[in-house]
């Protein structure tokens, strides 16, 4: 991995990284590029396994920081000896250190070890837990009145609290609970107002976050009562004030609520995404296997037909058949440019996605009123015209379990239709006991099914969900055959799509929400309810 210049070793660039205090979408653009090119990541938040899966390269390897081989916290020079170590292995290495390296981590005697052994390095400031954690739980640091703030770690320290006992002053503490409950009792002894409101958040930025606020007079009995994290972030000040009016992220329809989307990891990307915007923690638990078909014959004879224009439309039902026709364009050597001349057909918005992305624009996609079904595509289907269409087949590539329903519509209509088993659908192994226990006793607090077969494989292979779990169905469909399985439908959106009952739910959630602050009660997310029984049909 290194080179020689003029007998002189060359070694590689450390690249110091602020990781942000927990949410993945505050890393800066460069953070991310360095992340990429990373041939080798030094860290102590060895908790992030999913940032180093969606930002690192395949063959990147992780080195703990963390704890030594004894199983105890290293120390910052052993750390630093780490980081020199790695640094005369790989020529890419990024150091990624918590919220912004120049603010309580070891950055300094890291950055010394590196320029003692002659590692060059650079440093990519990150979004600091100070600030941004105070802003997620709704405290804006600086309102009018504020004459400075002060950020304190006070672990260990023999702290002089009369520098930060002024009224005007807001205080950002980082530490453990226990440096908290001391940082009270200084400021409290150095004179601070006792009736000063203050804050503490564990989990900053992640949508674990948990926040609770005391007067100062309360924080040694308040904060051990509410059972927080070890590490916390706490602000005192007059701003803590401001909390009821700014608070923005744990407000949010969804907040804490654990949702299970039955679905495979490559189709729930985006609704995941879109959940956790919505401030859920998404649960994907994979219920359908998609294999090749057992024979290839069929499939590689269609698609032959297809570059040769043996067909005027192919109709794409699923994402999987378009994956699968992309595939067999890939082991063919075959590219978008074969669908020349081809009218395409998309069952919905999802499945016309998956084609834009592989540069294939649908020209018929059932929309409005129409369902985006087999029904509401059969429904927008042009008849065959013998004077209008010069070849009267369609390809159909779907999967082995599909129905006949949109086969035998275009049939009806004039067309000649190959019904192609592109890929076959098998039941998915059962989730692991934990999360099948999860779903039977109502650790989840909705559960969102795309389909009829997530529905049936889900009961299948993990059971029933809880009586007070929310139960949101993409469309009437679905909906219909979760009532079959004794299930009773809380949410169902206007239109059948993944964005729309993610919508839906999160309109069900923010009216739970509403309603509990108009009765002066505190909000209960459905798992936390007490006493339900399974939840039946009507």
Avoid at 21 to 32: I, K, N, Q, S
Avoid at 85 to 97: N, T, Y
Avoid at 457 to 480: D, E, Q, R, S, Y
Wanted: charged letters at 20%.
């Amino acid at each position: 991995m290194s080179s020689t210049r003029k007998g002189k070793k060359i070694v590689g660039q450390v690249s110091f990284v602020g990781a942000g205090p927990g949410d993945e979408g505050l890393l800066t653009l460069r953070a991310v590029e360095r992340l990429a090119e990373a041939e080798i990541v030094v860290t102590d938040q060895m908790d992030r396994g999913d940032l180093f899966t969606r930002r690192c390269g395949p063959d990147v390897e992780i080195v703990d920081a963390g704890f030594g081989e004894d199983g105890q916290p290293m120390t910052r020079a052993a750390r630093a000896k780490l980081v020199v170590k790695a640094a005369k292995r790989a020529h890419r290495v990024v150091r990624l250190l918590d919220g912004d390296p120049g603010t309580f981590t070891g950055f300094a005697e890291e950055v010394a070890a590196c320029r003692k052994e002659g590692v060059s390095f650079e440093v990519i400031p990150g979004v600091s837990a100070a600030t941004a954690v105070p802003l997620y739980a709704g405290v804006p640091l600086t309102p009018a009145g504020t004459t400075g703030v002060h950020v304190v770690h006070p672990h260990g320290l023999d702290v002089d609290w009369g520098l930060h006992s002024a009224k005007g002053t807001t205080v950002v503490l980082l530490g453990l609970v226990e440096d908290m409950i001391c940082a009270a009792n200084g400021l409290l002894g150095a004179g601070r107002d006792p009736r000063t409101p203050v804050a503490f958040t564990c989990r900053g930025t992640t949508v674990q976050q948990r926040t609770v606020c005391c007067p100062l007079s309360e924080v040694a009995s308040a904060l051990p009562a509410a059972q927080m994290d070890r590490v916390v972030t706490g602000i005192v000040g007059e701003a803590v004030n401001l909390r009821d009016m700014a608070s923005w992220f744990e407000t949010k329809a969804l907040f804490g609520w654990r949702v299970l989307v039955p679905r495979t990891k490559q189709q729930a990307g985006s609704m995941v995404t879109q959940l956790e915007e919505h401030g859920a923690i998404a649960q994907v638990v994979p219920t359908i296997s998609v294999e090749p078909p057992r024979t290839p014959h069929q499939m590689e004879k269609a698609v032959k037909g297809l570059v040769t224009g043996r067909y005027e439309w192919i109709g794409f039902t699923s994402v999987n058949a378009v994956r699968a026709i992309r595939e067999k364009f890939e082991e063919f050597g075959l590219d978008s440019r074969a669908f020349a001349g081809l009218k395409v057909a998309a069952v919905g918005g999802v499945t016309a996605v998956a084609l834009r992305q592989w540069g294939i624009e649908p020209d018929l996609v059932p929309m409005g009123e129409h369902e985006q079904s087999a029904n509401g595509l059969l429904e927008v289907w042009p008849p065959f015209d013998d004077v209008l269409d010069p070849i009267n087949r369609v390809f159909l590539p779907r999967a082995d379990i599909a129905t006949d329903t949109l086969v035998a519509g275009l049939q009806k209509t004039g067309w000649e239709v190959d019904d192609v088993t592109a890929y076959r659908t098998v039941r998915a192994a059962p989730p692991p006991a934990a999360i099948r226990e999860a779903i039977k006793t109502g650790q989840f607090d909705a559960v969102v099914f795309t389909s009829s077969s997530t529905v049936r494989n889900l009961v299948g292979i993990a059971g029933k969900p809880h009586a007070t779990t929310v139960v949101a169905c993409i469309g009437p469909a679905t909906a219909k055959t979760a009532e079959e399985h004794g299930l009773r439908v809380d949410v169902l959106p206007c239109e059948p799509s993944s964005e729309a009952v993610v919508e839906a739910l999160a309109e069900y959630g923010n009216g739970m929400r509403l309603s509990a602050l108009e009765a002066g009660q505190p909000l209960v997310r459905p798992s936390q309810r007490r006493g339900a029984t399974r939840r039946t049909a009507k």
